[in-house]
């Protein structure tokens, strides 16, 4: 499978994904950490990909989504942002609702 096809397909199955160096418990940057921090501090599910351990996906997303940094924040598909935004979404109580809603439309009867 191509790297954009694996990226494109991540994305599609995962409603919030995120993008980041290391894992949220074991992050690898202060960026990656941060943005960690608050998607556990809201208490919904997230899926991420550790591109440290894919250099494929390290070397491509930043053409696909026209962004150049990690890590990166998607919601629905959309790219929401990096670290700045992340944050200043999150102080404004923004990315709150954002995250609850979409994860509230994706929650599955069991849960």
Known sequence: METVDKIKQQIAENPIIVYMKGS???????FSSQVAQI???MGEQFAYVDIL????IRAELPKYA?????PQLWVEGELIGGCDIVTEMYQKGELQTLIKETAAKYKKDDE
Do not use: A
């Not at 949220?24 to 202060?30: H, I």
């Not at 351990?53 to 494929?56: A, F, L, R, W």
């Open 66 to 70: 026209n962004w150049p940094t990690f």
């Open 24 to 30: 949220p418990k074991l992050p690898s940057c202060g």
């Open 53 to 56: 351990q894919h250099p494929d």
């Open 39 to 41: 998607m556990i501090n």
